[in-house]
Every structure is written in C-alpha cells, then in structure tokens.
C-alpha cells in the first residue's frame, strides 16, 4: 500500500459502467488521495495488469465484480494471483450476492474479502473509507 503522501491506487473491474459512476462517487466522498482505474472485462484486466508498469495499474487494492461475463470475478482473481508482483495485493470480490459458500470460494481462491454491494450510497462510502483505513493502518 502507498504510504500517506502517495496517492491510493484502486483499480475496480466491473462490467456494469453505472456500479463504477456509483463507486467513482463514493470514493470522491472520501477524504484520501484516491486514484481510480477502471477496466471492464475480466480480461481486459488481465492483459493491462500482467503488462504492468507503465500502466498505471499497480494498484494498492482491487475490487472485482463476481458476475461478469465470459471471466467471471472468480476466475480474475485466480489469475490475478497468478501475477508475481500482486501476490499481495489486496483483492476484494465486489458483488450483489451474499452467498457463504461463494464468500467462502472467493477467500479460498485469494480473495482478501467479499464485499456485498450495498443499496445506499452512504453505507458504500463508510465501507469503502473503512477498507482504506485499514490498508494505510497496515502500512504504517
């Protein structure tokens, strides 16, 4: 993660280009130094990450959607976790289910949390302000 003075660097991968307005938004809410790529296949995704630098894709966290098209959000984080330098990279499942056995499958595959998408924008921003906490928590 990058330390307080770099700018945090998320990349979300979602098909749906409303859920990234909404996320883009919520993240504008939060007082950090915020950057925020977007990409929208699975595939796509994988392509720019494993280019690396300098794209500027190497993001401190990354939230992928679970149902996506042709590379689901399982099936980008087992190839996100393929890619030496995210190894750990903090990777959440971003999706509208809340299914145990899919939470449990994601943490299994690497996922470092699920996040179920929230109906409020309010509550997105105080979770999306938590995550970030916690990563510069970590760094510190």
Not at 20 to 36: K, P, T
């Amino acid at each position: 993660m990058a330390n307080m003075r770099d700018p945090v660097k998320c990349l979300l991968i979602d098909d749906d280009r409303d859920d990234y307005e909404i996320f883009r938004l919520a993240l504008s809410e939060i007082n950090h130094h915020i950057h925020l790529s977007y990409l929208s296949t699975g595939f796509e995704a994988i392509d720019k990450l494993k280019q690396g630098p300098p794209f500027h894709l190497s993001p401190d966290l990354i939230f992928i959607d679970l149902n996506m098209p042709r590379m689901n959000g399982k099936q980008c984080l087992q190839e996100i976790r393929q890619i030496d330098r995210l190894k750990d990279t903090r990777v959440f499942i971003y999706s509208t289910s809340a299914d145990s056995r899919i939470v449990e499958e994601s943490q299994a595959l690497g996922a470092t949390g699920f996040i179920v998408k929230p109906s409020n924008f309010n509550t997105l921003v105080a979770m999306l302000d938590e995550l970030l906490r916690e990563g510069m928590k970590d760094q510190t």
